[in-house]
Protein backbone atom coordinates (compact mmCIF):
# COMPACT_ATOMS: atom_id res chain seq x y z
CA UNK A 1 0.00 0.00 0.00
CA UNK A 2 2.80 2.62 0.65
CA UNK A 3 3.57 2.72 -3.13
CA UNK A 4 0.29 3.81 -4.44
CA UNK A 5 -0.11 6.10 -0.83
CA UNK A 6 2.92 8.46 -2.08
CA UNK A 7 2.33 7.80 -5.95
CA UNK A 8 -1.25 9.43 -4.97
CA UNK A 9 -0.24 11.96 -2.54
CA UNK A 10 1.62 13.57 -5.63
CA UNK A 11 -1.29 13.77 -7.26
CA UNK A 12 -3.10 16.19 -4.77
CA UNK A 13 -0.85 19.07 -6.23
CA UNK A 14 -2.88 18.78 -9.80
CA UNK A 15 -6.02 19.82 -7.49
CA UNK A 16 -7.94 22.58 -5.76
CA UNK A 17 -9.19 22.92 -2.78
CA UNK A 18 -13.19 24.05 -2.64
CA UNK A 19 -12.86 28.23 -2.34
CA UNK A 20 -16.24 28.99 -1.64
CA UNK A 21 -16.39 27.12 2.03
CA UNK A 22 -13.87 29.23 4.05
CA UNK A 23 -13.00 26.32 6.43
CA UNK A 24 -12.55 24.10 3.63
CA UNK A 25 -10.55 26.33 2.11
CA UNK A 26 -7.77 26.36 4.82
CA UNK A 27 -7.21 22.97 4.97
CA UNK A 28 -4.00 21.37 4.03
CA UNK A 29 -3.98 20.30 0.49
CA UNK A 30 -1.17 17.52 0.93
CA UNK A 31 -3.47 15.96 3.73
CA UNK A 32 -4.01 12.15 2.66
CA UNK A 33 -5.56 9.22 4.72
CA UNK A 34 -6.53 5.74 3.35
CA UNK A 35 -8.10 3.17 6.00
CA UNK A 36 -8.81 -0.46 4.09
CA UNK A 37 -11.22 -3.24 6.11
CA UNK A 38 -11.58 -6.18 4.74
CA UNK A 39 -13.56 -8.94 6.01
CA UNK A 40 -10.94 -11.65 4.87
CA UNK A 41 -8.36 -10.15 7.40
CA UNK A 42 -6.37 -7.62 5.28
CA UNK A 43 -6.24 -4.41 7.34
CA UNK A 44 -4.44 -1.50 7.18
CA UNK A 45 -4.17 2.74 7.34
CA UNK A 46 -1.80 4.60 6.25
CA UNK A 47 -1.17 8.85 6.17
CA UNK A 48 -2.93 11.34 8.58
CA UNK A 49 -5.05 9.20 10.02
CA UNK A 50 -5.72 11.25 13.32
CA UNK A 51 -6.67 14.21 11.10
CA UNK A 52 -10.95 14.35 11.29
CA UNK A 53 -12.82 15.52 8.08
CA UNK A 54 -16.07 16.81 7.71
CA UNK A 55 -18.06 14.40 5.57
CA UNK A 56 -20.30 16.43 3.76
CA UNK A 57 -21.47 14.63 0.66
CA UNK A 58 -20.50 10.93 1.99
CA UNK A 59 -23.48 11.31 4.14
CA UNK A 60 -25.71 11.09 1.20
CA UNK A 61 -25.72 7.09 1.71
CA UNK A 62 -26.40 6.94 4.86
CA UNK A 63 -29.26 9.41 4.91
CA UNK A 64 -30.70 6.97 2.08
CA UNK A 65 -29.91 3.89 3.82
CA UNK A 66 -31.79 5.33 7.53
CA UNK A 67 -34.89 5.89 5.63
CA UNK A 68 -34.93 3.21 3.81
CA UNK A 69 -34.75 1.26 7.15
CA UNK A 70 -37.27 4.37 8.79
CA UNK A 71 -39.98 4.89 6.25
CA UNK A 72 -39.61 2.19 3.66
CA UNK A 73 -38.89 1.73 -0.20
CA UNK A 74 -42.08 3.00 -1.47
CA UNK A 75 -41.97 6.17 0.61
CA UNK A 76 -38.29 7.24 -0.52
CA UNK A 77 -38.72 6.93 -3.95
CA UNK A 78 -42.16 9.22 -4.12
CA UNK A 79 -39.60 12.37 -3.17
CA UNK A 80 -36.46 11.07 -5.44
CA UNK A 81 -35.65 9.08 -8.44
CA UNK A 82 -32.61 5.89 -9.23
CA UNK A 83 -31.51 7.42 -12.38
CA UNK A 84 -27.52 9.09 -12.85
CA UNK A 85 -26.92 12.63 -14.16
CA UNK A 86 -24.53 13.98 -16.44
CA UNK A 87 -24.71 16.89 -14.96
CA UNK A 88 -22.79 18.43 -11.81
CA UNK A 89 -24.02 17.75 -8.39
CA UNK A 90 -25.66 21.39 -8.12
CA UNK A 91 -26.83 21.46 -11.47
CA UNK A 92 -30.09 23.27 -11.95
CA UNK A 93 -30.55 22.73 -15.34
CA UNK A 94 -31.06 18.82 -14.37
CA UNK A 95 -33.61 19.65 -11.91
CA UNK A 96 -35.47 21.73 -14.36
CA UNK A 97 -35.35 19.49 -17.02
CA UNK A 98 -36.67 16.92 -14.76
CA UNK A 99 -39.80 19.20 -13.76
CA UNK A 100 -38.48 19.99 -10.06
CA UNK A 101 -38.35 15.81 -9.38
CA UNK A 102 -34.82 14.91 -8.00
CA UNK A 103 -32.75 12.50 -10.28
CA UNK A 104 -31.55 10.34 -7.37
CA UNK A 105 -30.30 10.71 -3.55
CA UNK A 106 -26.72 11.02 -4.47
CA UNK A 107 -27.45 15.12 -5.69
CA UNK A 108 -27.91 17.83 -3.50
CA UNK A 109 -31.56 18.00 -5.29
CA UNK A 110 -32.34 14.19 -3.54
CA UNK A 111 -30.43 14.71 -0.72
CA UNK A 112 -32.15 17.87 0.25
CA UNK A 113 -35.76 16.19 -0.35
CA UNK A 114 -34.40 13.27 1.90
CA UNK A 115 -33.34 15.60 4.79
CA UNK A 116 -36.89 17.11 4.60
CA UNK A 117 -37.82 13.61 5.71
CA UNK A 118 -35.32 12.86 8.41
CA UNK A 119 -37.33 12.90 11.69
CA UNK A 120 -36.53 15.70 14.04
CA UNK A 121 -38.05 19.18 14.93
CA UNK A 122 -35.22 21.01 13.48
CA UNK A 123 -31.94 20.52 11.80
CA UNK A 124 -30.18 19.77 14.45
CA UNK A 125 -32.20 17.21 15.72
CA UNK A 126 -32.73 15.58 12.70
CA UNK A 127 -28.64 15.21 12.59
CA UNK A 128 -28.08 14.08 16.23
CA UNK A 129 -30.53 11.51 15.29
CA UNK A 130 -28.79 10.46 12.11
CA UNK A 131 -25.42 10.88 13.85
CA UNK A 132 -26.52 8.40 16.77
CA UNK A 133 -27.98 6.42 14.53
CA UNK A 134 -24.72 5.81 12.59
CA UNK A 135 -22.84 5.40 15.77
CA UNK A 136 -24.74 3.21 17.54
CA UNK A 137 -25.14 0.43 14.44
CA UNK A 138 -20.84 1.03 13.17
CA UNK A 139 -18.80 2.21 16.69
CA UNK A 140 -18.02 4.84 14.91
CA UNK A 141 -17.36 8.19 16.92
CA UNK A 142 -19.16 10.68 14.15
CA UNK A 143 -19.69 14.29 15.59
CA UNK A 144 -21.09 17.85 14.39
CA UNK A 145 -18.09 19.92 13.61
CA UNK A 146 -19.63 23.05 14.61
CA UNK A 147 -17.25 25.47 12.97
CA UNK A 148 -17.48 23.66 10.17
CA UNK A 149 -21.23 24.11 10.10
CA UNK A 150 -21.10 27.90 10.57
CA UNK A 151 -18.44 28.00 7.87
CA UNK A 152 -20.75 26.78 5.66
CA UNK A 153 -23.91 29.06 6.57
CA UNK A 154 -21.68 32.12 6.09
CA UNK A 155 -21.85 31.65 2.53
CA UNK A 156 -25.70 31.21 1.99
CA UNK A 157 -25.09 29.27 -1.20
CA UNK A 158 -27.85 30.56 -3.21
CA UNK A 159 -27.46 27.42 -5.25
CA UNK A 160 -28.69 25.08 -3.03
CA UNK A 161 -31.54 27.33 -1.93
CA UNK A 162 -32.93 27.72 -5.18
CA UNK A 163 -32.58 23.76 -5.82
CA UNK A 164 -34.94 23.11 -2.72
CA UNK A 165 -37.16 26.01 -3.85
CA UNK A 166 -37.78 24.38 -6.78
CA UNK A 167 -37.91 20.76 -5.29
CA UNK A 168 -40.52 22.22 -3.17
CA UNK A 169 -42.26 24.27 -5.78
CA UNK A 170 -42.96 20.53 -7.37
CA UNK A 171 -44.37 19.23 -4.33
CA UNK A 172 -41.43 16.77 -3.26
CA UNK A 173 -40.81 18.62 0.03
CA UNK A 174 -42.37 20.52 2.63
CA UNK A 175 -40.46 23.43 4.17
CA UNK A 176 -37.27 24.59 2.23
CA UNK A 177 -36.01 26.26 5.45
CA UNK A 178 -35.60 23.09 7.54
CA UNK A 179 -34.60 21.14 4.35
CA UNK A 180 -31.52 23.29 3.87
CA UNK A 181 -30.99 23.65 7.41
CA UNK A 182 -30.90 19.68 7.86
CA UNK A 183 -28.84 18.91 5.00
CA UNK A 184 -26.28 22.44 6.17
CA UNK A 185 -26.00 20.09 9.63
CA UNK A 186 -26.07 16.51 7.83
CA UNK A 187 -23.18 17.30 5.94
CA UNK A 188 -20.72 19.01 8.92
CA UNK A 189 -20.70 15.44 10.43
CA UNK A 190 -16.85 14.32 10.92
CA UNK A 191 -14.95 12.17 11.97
CA UNK A 192 -11.27 10.31 11.40
CA UNK A 193 -10.68 7.81 8.50
CA UNK A 194 -11.73 5.04 11.06
CA UNK A 195 -14.72 6.25 11.22
CA UNK A 196 -15.48 6.73 7.99
CA UNK A 197 -14.66 2.89 6.94
CA UNK A 198 -17.00 1.96 10.43
CA UNK A 199 -19.52 3.45 8.94
CA UNK A 200 -18.44 2.12 5.73
CA UNK A 201 -19.29 -1.31 6.72
CA UNK A 202 -22.63 -0.96 7.54
CA UNK A 203 -23.37 -1.39 3.89
CA UNK A 204 -20.49 -3.94 3.01
CA UNK A 205 -21.23 -6.59 5.86
CA UNK A 206 -24.27 -8.40 6.52
CA UNK A 207 -26.04 -6.66 9.43
CA UNK A 208 -28.77 -8.02 11.77
CA UNK A 209 -30.52 -4.40 11.69
CA UNK A 210 -30.10 -2.96 8.45
CA UNK A 211 -32.46 -5.38 5.22
CA UNK A 212 -30.01 -6.61 2.66
CA UNK A 213 -31.82 -5.12 0.07
CA UNK A 214 -31.31 -1.50 1.56
CA UNK A 215 -28.10 -1.94 1.55
CA UNK A 216 -28.27 -3.17 -1.96
CA UNK A 217 -29.89 -0.18 -3.40
CA UNK A 218 -27.60 2.18 -1.89
CA UNK A 219 -24.40 0.68 -3.27
CA UNK A 220 -26.09 0.22 -6.59
CA UNK A 221 -26.82 3.83 -6.39
CA UNK A 222 -23.37 4.72 -5.40
CA UNK A 223 -21.94 2.63 -8.27
CA UNK A 224 -24.08 4.82 -10.96
CA UNK A 225 -24.57 8.06 -9.10
CA UNK A 226 -21.80 8.50 -6.31
CA UNK A 227 -19.37 10.29 -8.01
CA UNK A 228 -21.85 12.57 -10.14
CA UNK A 229 -20.82 13.03 -13.70
CA UNK A 230 -17.86 11.07 -13.53
CA UNK A 231 -19.96 7.55 -12.08
CA UNK A 232 -19.67 5.74 -15.35
CA UNK A 233 -16.27 5.96 -16.07
CA UNK A 234 -15.23 5.13 -12.83
CA UNK A 235 -17.61 2.39 -12.45
CA UNK A 236 -16.01 0.70 -15.47
CA UNK A 237 -12.34 1.03 -14.64
CA UNK A 238 -12.72 0.68 -11.15
CA UNK A 239 -15.81 -1.20 -10.54
CA UNK A 240 -16.87 -0.77 -6.99
CA UNK A 241 -19.69 1.37 -5.32
CA UNK A 242 -18.22 4.52 -4.24
CA UNK A 243 -19.29 8.31 -2.51
CA UNK A 244 -17.08 11.49 -2.90
CA UNK A 245 -18.03 14.43 -0.66
CA UNK A 246 -16.62 18.16 -1.34
CA UNK A 247 -14.32 17.20 2.22
CA UNK A 248 -12.00 15.49 0.03
CA UNK A 249 -13.45 12.22 1.69
CA UNK A 250 -14.11 9.15 -0.75
CA UNK A 251 -15.76 5.70 0.66
CA UNK A 252 -15.67 2.72 -1.59
CA UNK A 253 -17.75 -0.38 -0.68
CA UNK A 254 -16.84 -4.16 -1.87
CA UNK A 255 -20.29 -5.86 -0.91
CA UNK A 256 -19.80 -8.71 1.30
CA UNK A 257 -16.08 -8.13 0.96
CA UNK A 258 -15.25 -4.72 2.98
CA UNK A 259 -14.30 -1.04 2.88
CA UNK A 260 -11.88 1.38 1.33
CA UNK A 261 -12.15 4.94 2.54
CA UNK A 262 -10.01 7.31 1.80
CA UNK A 263 -9.32 10.89 2.15
CA UNK A 264 -7.43 14.12 0.84
CA UNK A 265 -8.82 17.35 0.03
CA UNK A 266 -7.94 18.64 -3.32
CA UNK A 267 -10.34 18.06 -6.04
CA UNK A 268 -10.77 17.74 -9.61
CA UNK A 269 -13.20 19.52 -11.75
CA UNK A 270 -16.22 17.07 -11.14
CA UNK A 271 -15.48 17.29 -7.59
CA UNK A 272 -14.08 14.30 -6.51
CA UNK A 273 -10.74 14.08 -4.60
CA UNK A 274 -8.03 13.38 -6.98
CA UNK A 275 -5.30 11.63 -4.60
CA UNK A 276 -8.30 9.72 -3.28
CA UNK A 277 -9.84 8.50 -6.97
CA UNK A 278 -6.34 7.41 -7.64
CA UNK A 279 -5.22 5.48 -4.62
CA UNK A 280 -8.82 3.84 -4.64
CA UNK A 281 -8.25 2.68 -8.26
CA UNK A 282 -4.72 1.22 -7.54
CA UNK A 283 -5.97 -0.77 -4.11
CA UNK A 284 -8.63 -1.52 -6.09
CA UNK A 285 -6.53 -3.62 -8.75
CA UNK A 286 -3.88 -4.65 -6.52
CA UNK A 287 -6.42 -6.32 -4.18
CA UNK A 288 -8.47 -7.70 -6.91
CA UNK A 289 -11.93 -5.80 -5.63
CA UNK A 290 -13.44 -4.96 -8.69
CA UNK A 291 -17.30 -6.26 -8.13
CA UNK A 292 -17.43 -7.15 -11.42
CA UNK A 293 -14.37 -9.77 -11.23
Known amino acids: MDGCFFEARAKATTGRVPAYIPRLAAVNQRWLAVQVLLLDGQQGAIGDVKQPFALMSVIKPFVLLFLLEAIGQAAVFTKVGILPSQQPF???????????????????????????????????????????????????????DEAMLASVRSVGNETNRAIATMVAEAGYLDSVELALDTYNHICCLAGTINDLAAIGLLLANPH????????????????????????????????????????????????????????????DESGNSIASLCLLEKLTRSLNLNIFG
Not at 110 to 135: E, F, H, K, M
Not at 230 to 253: T, Y
Open 90 to 144: HSLAQLSADEGFPRNPMINSGAIALADCLPGVDGSSRCQTLCDWLNRLSGANLYL
Open 208 to 267: RQIAATHQQIVNALMLTCGLYEASGEFAVKVGVPAKSGVSGALLAVIPRRGVVACYSPAL
